[in-house]
């Protein structure tokens, strides 16, 4: 069994930056993809993020290029994703989710494993 743990949300400022983390219990990661999911009031959940625990690729959605970054600490078994330069449209429960294999789906329906979510929240 596979648990995540996020954290690192909260409110800030639209230009500002925020970290989010995501811890990985349960098992190891070598063949795993982790990604980040979020959903807005009222919205669908929406890929934000992907990557290749073994390797590091990575696949990012147009909305967030450019402004935020994916990236995976091995010894800690930890994801991250640094939020630079927030938009009030970036509010939303940031959700971290993994699945077994290498292919970076972004559809959320190919994820088997889900953290309780962490709210981000850009006042403009």
């Known amino acids: 069994q596979v648990q995540l743990v996020e954290s690192g949300g909260g409110l800030v400022q639209a230009g500002g930056s925020l970290r989010l983390s995501c811890a990985a219990s349960g098992r190891t990661f070598i063949s795993y993809v982790m990604s980040w999911f979020r959903q807005a009031p009222g919205k669908e959940r929406e890929f934000v993020a992907a990557i290749r625990w073994s390797g590091g690729s990575t696949s990012y959605a147009d909305s967030v290029k450019g402004r935020f970054t994916i990236s995976r600490d091995n010894a800690k078994k930890t994801v991250y994703l640094q939020m630079n330069g927030l938009k009030p449209e970036d509010t939303a429960v940031y959700y971290c989710?993994?699945?077994?294999?290498?292919?970076?789906?972004?559809?959320?329906?190919?994820?088997?494993?889900w953290g309780q979510g962490t709210q981000v929240t850009v006042s403009s």
């Open positions: 989710a993994a699945r077994g294999g290498s292919y970076l789906y972004i559809n959320s329906g190919e994820y088997d494993y």
